[in-house]
């Protein structure tokens, strides 16, 4: 195998298909060495497309068996065939055009097209995996209705695919032959299919309108107990849908399956949703919290994509973040909103910025320094090489920041208003991002005569975090406060690359702000017409200034409230004003950020005196305020579980001039010890008054206890309190859940001494072997444990229930290592960065979707320090000098060396 050639895709080379292709009928003889497909799609030349216009498919890893015109074998020279694509010539304007082609789907390790999982049939399509199932037009704005035949074999009696089943029958050799018609015409993505022998449960529900629909959860047979919470969920997001955006499903039947073996979470194939089975499958002993979490948000984002990605779909992939941004957006405020159901005014409040709080440390881990690197790109993006290689954090989460900005400005009634113009001009149709911005803007020009949202546009045009610094000023004579806001944004990624001159425009942001006095009091703000805690000012130049009268001196001021704007806020506060705000500041969201700060100067400062070879001390007024949060009667656990968590190592490191991970990794271990030796008696009473005896739910205030309650057991294990390892074996040995063992082995493996953790460790694998969820935690928890080295990791790698094969199981031990074990990983002997491009590669030859993802672990290897740096680099090197390498891979390697 040679190297593929790398190709740059441009957004600005779009050209519209020259065909429609309205209708296609695919026919699968299903076996897992070789599968035939017959293809036969309606093809009709556009109006104004010229008549001599090739009918270009694509096609990737296939056998061409044959090629039909109108019911006629096509003639040798009407067709050429090419690495990856079939053009055919001299076509009628009208045609049938028949293609019988072959793949292999036992023999598929990529994961996309068709291929086998446990014995079963799935496909993935999305970006481009349907041209591995097909020859065929793989792009979205070319919109098909699908009829579609399976036949196999009776070992395999579950046969699904997209819409509804119109036939069924037994055929003369024994197979069976089932046939599906789905009335949406689709781009080829959306496309999918399951043959296996799977399990369902299942629940009938009437919508809006009243129509009686089948929701379905698919899995392997001994599953069906663990599918309860998934199809619960896919209810809850249904009703949701149509009571805040007033969507129902369209669809007589929707199903879900369960897949071991996937690339991502899942995927939301049209009526017939594929899911990692790790977001589908749960109960109390298997499954943490967190893992609830997940799987509600997860089934609530591909539910939602019915509407925000598939009755309106993208023009070119460029154009990603329109149904990702929008469709993150969607899922979080729908968790956001079932966190608080039921719950009193103040309780939602704190509910709801725990969730904002949650997402917003997910935005600074994983994109702001995605936004800082070689890989920055706008959340559309420009061009690709390599479209997998842009489900990224920037088009999925700060895609969802820029829609969030959009609902901000519009307000709720606005935004939704948005929506529906949104819907009534685009329904079934393949659009841009700048057609949903359009449609907002519709409503906003009229909330706001005069303004527009041209400024704001440049969020999609522009990669890279913008700083705003703000300044404050007091005049006593008057009594009025001025509030200067400026922003900055450097070029960033391939932005560096533009020609002299280029200098990025000003973004339109939102940035909330409210005044304390200095005992901590809200003042009133007067702005726009009215008298609030919190004033939405929108910059939309390079500098602005806004008044506030009736102050009477210099106040505190608490700014980005609830992160308005994915943006870096710039003030000089001191600590005592932080440590003010952290305890009196009534938003919830930026009281949290304020510790935060707080403890994110603490821990570089301890990293420095570490790096300085000082001795390592905690300030006691750090400690105070975190004495104050986490006694403070009126917060809820879940709000201190939150408030109290210290920072990450990945946030930290965007703080430093030359990132040192051993010294961060250091610095926050020491501060985490010193938390539990000197609130000892503090994190023990939380300890004690947040147990939740009883049958299990993973409903937010129980899970909210738990959460606080095994904060106060690491606090108290790292501090080496004698009593804490008897509460965690305790604990370990009594759990009713999955979140307390987890927690309890966690801090064991971690803190403890003598015997009882690894026994523990390797009690739990006798335990839970045969699962293969919970085994993937088995793995995750040591990979990113302390005392995991390199060649611990690769101990690891020899266990019989370890493969690269299984991305869940690759991310378990290689990525969790590789990305969360500062120490290991970022040894200064180099092991872990040969152990990376080790990894990489291996991974490449099978699956170069996932190689790829492994591959960006060292993307800001040139921010790190020297001795850290060089081997980084050697180790890119030696990746990208590799033969045969896939074009996912490349695109990575050669962007972070250039
Ligand atoms: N659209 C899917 C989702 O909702 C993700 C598909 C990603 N595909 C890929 N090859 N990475 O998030
Ligand atoms: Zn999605």
Redesign the pocket.
């Known amino acids: 195998m040679r190297t593929d050639t790398p190709v740059t895709v441009y957004r600005k080379d779009y050209q519209p298909y020259p065909y429609d292709i309205p209708h296609v009928a695919l026919a699968f003889d299903l076996a897992p060495e070789a599968t035939e497909v017959r293809c036969v799609m309606q093809v009709q030349r556009k109006a104004d497309a010229s008549a001599d216009a090739a009918l270009v498919l694509d096609g990737e890893d296939l056998e061409l068996v044959s090629v039909a015109v109108d019911g006629q074998p096509l003639a040798a020279d009407r067709y050429h065939q090419s690495e990856h694509s079939l053009a055919l010539y001299g076509l009628p304007a009208d045609a049938s055009v028949e293609i019988v082609s072959r793949c292999k789907p036992a023999a598929n390790s990529t994961l996309?097209g068709l291929y086998v999982s446990g014995g079963n049939f799935f496909t993935?399509c999305?970006?481009?995996?349907f041209r591995r199932i097909t020859w065929f037009a793989d792009r979205p704005d070319v919109m098909s209705r699908y009829r579609v035949t399976l036949r196999a074999e009776p070992a395999y009696p579950v046969l699904l695919s997209n819409g509804n089943l119109v036939a069924s029958r037994q055929l003369p050799d024994g197979r069976n032959e089932v046939e599906w018609e789905d009335p949406f015409p689709k781009p080829c993505?959306l496309f999918a299919l399951v043959a296996g022998n799977l399990t369902h449960r299942e629940t009938t529900v009437k919508t809006a309108s009243g129509r009686d629909v089948l929701l379905q959860v698919y899995s392997d047979p001994g599953a069906e107990t663990k599918t309860e919470w998934a199809l619960d969920s896919l209810v809850r997001a249904l009703r949701w849908d149509e009571t805040r955006f007033g969507l129902e499903l369209d669809l007589d039947r929707f199903m879900v399956v369960a897949v071991h073996d996937f690339?991502?979470?899942?995927?939301?194939n049209k009526g017939l949703n594929i899911f990692n089975a790790a977001y589908v499958l749960a109960d109390a002993e298997t499954a943490t919290d967190a893992n609830y979490e997940g799987i509600e948000s997860?089934i609530g984002?591909?539910y939602f994509?019915n509407w925000t990605?598939n009755r309106v779909t993208c023009r070119d992939w460029f154009q990603l973040s329109l149904?990702?941004g929008l469709?993150?957006f969607r899922d979080q405020e729908f968790s956001a909103d079932m966190m608080a159901q039921d719950m009193d005014e103040a309780a939602a409040a704190s509910a709801r910025a725990v969730k904002r709080i949650d997402d917003v440390v997910t935005l600074r881990a994983a994109q702001f320094p995605e936004d800082a690197g070689p890989m920055a790109h706008p959340i559309r993006p420009d061009s690709y090489q390599e479209?997998?290689n842009f489900?990224t954090a920037t088009v999925?989460e700060k895609g969802a920041e820029v829609i969030r900005m959009q609902h901000t400005l519009l307000g709720e009634a606005g935004f939704r208003a948005g929506m529906d113009e949104y819907f009534r001009r685009h329904d079934g149709q393949a659009v841009t991002c700048d057609d949903f911005v359009a449609a907002m803007e519709s409503v906003y020009v009229r909330q706001h005569p005069g303004r527009d949202l041209a400024v704001f546009r440049n969020w999609y045009r522009q990669a890279g975090t913008p700083r705003v610094t703000v300044k404050l000023e007091h005049d006593a004579a008057t009594r009025r406060v001025t509030v200067t806001l400026s922003q900055d944004c450097q070029p960033v990624g391939v932005e560096k690359k533009a020609p002299a001159g280029f200098v990025k425009a000003p973004y339109h942001i939102p940035f909330a702000i409210g005044l304390l006095d200095r005992e901590g009091r809200a003042l009133p703000l007067r702005h726009e017409g009215a008298e609030r805690e919190t004033a939405l000012l929108e910059l939309t130049t390079q500098t602005q200034q806004w008044h506030f009268d009736g102050i009477d001196a210099l106040p505190v001021p608490s700014l980005l409230r609830d992160f308005s704007a994915p943006v870096i806020v710039d003030y000089d506060w001191t600590d005592a004003e932080l440590a003010l705000l952290s305890a009196h500041d009534s938003n919830p969201f930026a009281r949290w950020e304020a510790g935060q700060e707080l403890a994110t100067r603490q821990i570089l400062s301890l990293a420095d005196a570490r790096q300085a070879g000082r001795t390592l001390h905690a300030d006691p007024a750090f400690i105070d305020a975190w004495r104050a949060l986490l006694t403070d009667p009126s917060l809820d656990a879940a709000y201190r579980a939150r408030a109290l968590a210290l920072p990450s190592e990945k946030t930290l490191a965007e703080r430093m001039q030359a990132v040192d991970p051993p010294a961060l990794a250091v610095a926050r271990d020491f501060l985490r010890a010193e938390l539990g030796r000197q609130l000892a008696a503090e994190f023990r009473q939380a300890f004690d008054d947040n147990q939740t005896p009883g049958e299990y739910s993973p409903a937010p205030v129980p899970a909210g206890k738990r959460a606080l309650k095994n904060l106060a057991l690491s606090h108290l294990m790292a501090a080496g309190e004698h009593e804490a390892q008897r509460l965690a074996e305790q604990q370990y040995e009594h759990a009713g859940n999955m979140t307390d063992s987890m927690a309890a082995l966690s801090a064991l493996i971690n803190y403890g001494q003598g015997e009882f953790p690894q026994q523990a460790l390797a009690a739990f694998y006798d335990k839970w072997q045969d699962n293969a969820l919970v085994v993937d935690k088995w793995f995750a928890l040591q990979a990113a444990a302390r005392y995991t080295t390199v060649q611990t990791a690769r101990e690891l790698m020899k266990h019989p229930a370890f493969t690269l094969r299984n991305p869940n199981r690759a991310r378990a031990l290689v990525f969790q290592f590789c990305l969360n074990n500062a120490r290991g990983m970022h040894h200064p002997d180099g092991t872990g960065y040969a152990f990376w491009a080790e990894q990489v590669l291996a991974l490449d030859a099978l699956n170069p979707?996932i190689a790829a993802r492994l591959a960006r672990a060292l993307d800001n290897w040139s921010r790190f320090v020297p001795a850290l740096r060089t081997p980084m680099q050697a180790a890119l090197q030696q990746v990208r000098g590799h033969e045969g390498l896939s074009r996912n891979v490349q695109e990575i390697v050669s962007k972070a060396l250039e």
């Open positions: 996309m993935q999305e970006a481009e995996g993505y690339n991502m979470g899942a995927m939301e997860v984002h591909e994509h990605g149904k990702e469709t993150v479209i997998g489900y999925y979707e």
